[in-house]
């Protein structure tokens, strides 16, 4: 692989990542904002609202976006007509879907727990969202990050803007945060709809049918994740009320900055990891996979020593209780993490249907446990049912990549290893809580021994800054 390629990914990678950082990020850093203006019930109610967009774009859109990772490489000088099929395929199957949800609208108010006027917002929202995922996927591909990362960008500033405007002017807060949130993205997913239809300009059944065999099968693996990382929310909302799930949902949304950066660095893997796999060049891999691992372990330490301080900073005092659900929730994206590694290769290898399987196994056994712990040990257990749903997923999917030969560029036992390291160190972290001086001296400890590493390797990274600043 040139060295070309290599610099390209790494610049394209800064970019991904500072962008989704931003973009993403928007949502931990209004969280103030949010926390203040909206009550508890109010704050737990929107959370319930999110849960289940999630839920449902996941099911509804049949998640024909995964096929163009692997069409990228199959249908290279045609991918404008690919990106129109799936997409019209994916309206019509939401339509139909939503359709459904009209004629039995009593059913369905009961039971998203929400008025049919949010349910119309949703639907008409999860009907356009898939044209920003097309475009970005697309770019990231052709390495083209500049525009797609503006774009990410500006849509989630004007949802924001618009959610904080609304939310402070309108006498129903709920409603304008609701309206903020969904509004904007129909307006832009509209107008993305248009440019993809507009350059692909026809229908192809055979690229619908394509896109289905990798698509559709990944879909339990999808709605799996949802159901580990939404159904927590739902249930305390349907259990408990809607101020539990908000006490829950600002520890969850806290998390949000290792979330975004496991997406970012994820997404910035993926064309760098196919294109070496299918070049048969594997030594790159296996020189930058423990680094790639080790960094993401470190700032998912660094949060977890943070936590009383982010959550006093970002929702206050009245949601303090909740930081004992920090280390558990951000163990979890470690598996998540980790496990995502060996479900890349699955997917470059088109095993797809295995991955649901696992996928959904993982995510029942975290439904099973809610429903039997949540009730009689309170809202608290299911960051740690979480936590047993993740860990499932990092074996399984670990037998998985096995059988197709990743340990010849992984290293697995490092990353079984690296993984027991956070286990322990999360475990410590919440142990020291409850004593302040001992966790301060610990964050202490912790940065000195980050300057020093930085230090000792500071030609390497002086001049890994220089070719990024020479290329950029």
Known sequence: MSQALHRQAIKAGLWYTASNFLTRALSAITMPIFTRLLTKTEYGAFANFTSWMGLLTVLTTLDLYSSIQ??????????????????????SVTAVCYLGVVCFRDLAEDVFRMPMSYIHLMFTGILVAPALQFIQIKHRFMMKYKLVSLLSLLSALAMVGVSIALASLMQDRLLGRVIGYTVPMIAINLVLCAYILWKGRRFCWQYCKYAAAISIPLIPHLLGNNILGDTDRILINRFYGPDDTALYN???????MITILLMSLNQTWVPWLFAHLHAEDYEPVRRFHKPFIVSFCLLALLIMLCAPEIILILAGEAYMRSIYMMPPIMMGLVCSFMYTLFVNT??????????????????????VLNLLLLRPLGYIIAAYTTLAGYLLLLVLHYFAAKNLGVQSYYSCKFIFLATA?????SGAVLATYAWPTVRYACLAAYLCALCAAGYKNRVFLAGLWGVLRKRA
């Open 70 to 91: 692997r069409a990228y490489f199959d249908f290279q000088d045609d991918l404008d007509a690919y990106l129109s099929s799936i997409l019209l395929m994916g309206a």
């Open 250 to 256: 600002v520890i969850y949304n806290c998390s949000t």
């Open 346 to 367: 699955e997917i470059y290898h088109k095993k797809t249907m295995g991955i649901s399987v696992r996928t959904l196994l993982a995510a029942l056994f975290n439904l």
């Open 421 to 425: 390291v956070m286990a322990a160190a």
